[in-house]
């Protein structure tokens, strides 16, 4: 169950990806899989072949990728989830959420 983000910012998001663009969106979420994280990010790409080589430059499983058309996208979440939102220099994100160490 996703909680805490905006029409607007799902709608933008959307968009992004539907465009071929690597887009993030992160939100408060609760899934009794895991219970020890409340935020997940998205990052999506309509593009699979970009998703797939976005997960590898990252360290991170393509098998994993929610392949939901028309917004295949990977979840982030955790420690993985805060590095690489540092690294895209998403600060918003980060401080919004409270994902910030």
Request: charged residues 25%; hydrophobic residues 40%; glycine residues 4%.
């Amino acid at each position: 169950m996703a909680f805490g983000i905006k029409r607007e910012e799902l709608n933008a998001w959307k968009a992004s990806v539907a465009r071929g663009e690597t887009a993030f969106l992160t939100h408060y979420w609760f899934d009794a899989r895991f219970p020890q994280f409340n935020t997940v990010t998205k990052v999506g790409n309509a593009n699979m072949e970009r998703l797939k080589e976005w997960c590898i430059a990252n360290g991170l499983n393509p098998k994993y990728i929610h392949n939901r058309p028309p917004f295949p996208h990977f979840d982030l979440m955790g420690s993985k989830q805060r590095e690489i939102l540092k690294k895209e220099n998403l600060t918003l994100q980060l401080e919004r959420f409270r994902l910030h160490e």
